[in-house]
C-alpha cells in the first residue's frame, strides 16, 4: 500500500463570493506544489495554525500546475483563512472522471461547490439546477451559462408556497 505525501504548502488568495440569498463561499488559491488532478478529485487539507486541527476534504475546483482552487464553504475549516496561512495537504483523492460531455449533472445550489469541477471540465455537459435563481453563484458557473436569461424569461408569479415548490422542480438545463 503506498501513502501520498503531505505537502506543507499556503493560501495563496481568499475571494469571497456571495449570491442574493446571501449564502458566501470562499474560493481558495492555493500554490500547488506540482501535482495535477481530474475532475472528481479531492484534496485532504489541514490547518496548521495554532493546536490541534483535523483535515477536511475539499473537492478541487481548478488545478493548474502553479495553484490549485477549492470552494469553502460558511461552515468548512478553511471559511475563516486568509493569505499566507500555512497548511498542510494531501492528494489528489478519489477517484477522477474523464466526461465525454453526454452525461448530465443535477445539484442544487446548496451543493454546487461540489459538482461545478465536474461541470467545468467537459466541452458541452447537460446540467439541470433547481432552486431558486437567488440562490445560484453565477460567476463560479461556467462561461456562456444562460442562468441569468432563463430566470429573467420566465418569471414566477404565485403564493410563496407554490413558489418554494415550483423552484424546487427543474428550472434549468443548459449546454455548457
Same mark, same amino acid.
Given at each position: 500500500?503506498?501513502?501520498?505525501?503531505?505537502?506543507?504548502?499556503?493560501?495563496?488568495?481568499?475571494?469571497?463570493?456571495?449570491?442574493?440569498?446571501?449564502?458566501?463561499?470562499?474560493?481558495?488559491?492555493?500554490?500547488?506544489?506540482?501535482?495535477?488532478?481530474?475532475?472528481?478529485?479531492?484534496?485532504?487539507?489541514?490547518?496548521?495554525?495554532?493546536?490541534? %486541527?483535523? =483535515?477536511?476534504?475539499?473537492? $478541487? #475546483?481548478?488545478?493548474? *500546475?502553479?495553484?490549485?482552487?477549492?470552494?469553502?464553504?460558511?461552515? /468548512?475549516?478553511?471559511?475563516?483563512?486568509?493569505?499566507?496561512?500555512?497548511?498542510?495537504?494531501?492528494?489528489?483523492?478519489?477517484?477522477?472522471?474523464?466526461?465525454?460531455?453526454?452525461?448530465?449533472?443535477?445539484?442544487?445550489?446548496?451543493?454546487?461547490?461540489?459538482?461545478?469541477?465536474?461541470?467545468?471540465? %467537459?466541452? =458541452?455537459?447537460?446540467?439541470? $439546477? #433547481?432552486?431558486?435563481? *437567488?440562490?445560484?453563484?453565477?460567476?463560479?458557473?461556467?462561461?456562456? /451559462?444562460?442562468?441569468?436569461?432563463?430566470?429573467?424569461?420566465?418569471?414566477?408569479?404565485?403564493?410563496?408556497?407554490?413558489?418554494?415548490?415550483?423552484?424546487?422542480?427543474?428550472?434549468?438545463?443548459?449546454?455548457?
Amino acid at each position: 500500500m503506498s501513502y501520498l505525501p503531505v505537502i506543507d504548502t499556503y493560501i495563496a488568495d481568499v475571494k469571497a463570493i456571495t449570491n442574493e440569498a446571501g449564502r458566501c463561499y470562499h474560493l481558495i488559491t492555493i500554490d500547488n506544489p506540482g501535482f495535477t488532478g481530474l475532475p472528481g478529485q479531492f484534496v485532504m487539507i489541514q490547518k496548521q495554525d495554532k493546536g490541534f %486541527a483535523w =483535515s477536511y476534504p475539499y473537492m $478541487i #475546483y481548478e488545478d493548474t *500546475t502553479q495553484h490549485l482552487k477549492i470552494i469553502a464553504t460558511q461552515n /468548512s475549516s478553511l471559511f475563516q483563512s486568509s493569505p499566507g496561512e500555512k497548511i498542510a495537504l494531501w492528494g489528489a483523492n478519489g477517484k477522477g472522471y474523464t466526461l465525454n460531455g453526454s452525461e448530465t449533472i443535477i445539484a442544487e445550489p446548496a451543493m454546487m461547490h461540489l459538482a461545478l469541477p465536474l461541470i467545468r471540465s %467537459a466541452d =458541452s455537459l447537460n446540467v439541470i $439546477i #433547481y432552486g431558486c435563481p *437567488t440562490e445560484c453563484f453565477p460567476e463560479l458557473l461556467p462561461a456562456g /451559462s444562460l442562468l441569468p436569461q432563463i430566470f429573467q424569461k420566465f418569471p414566477v408569479c404565485c403564493t410563496p408556497r407554490q413558489h418554494r415548490f415550483l423552484w424546487r422542480l427543474i428550472l434549468l438545463i443548459w449546454k455548457k
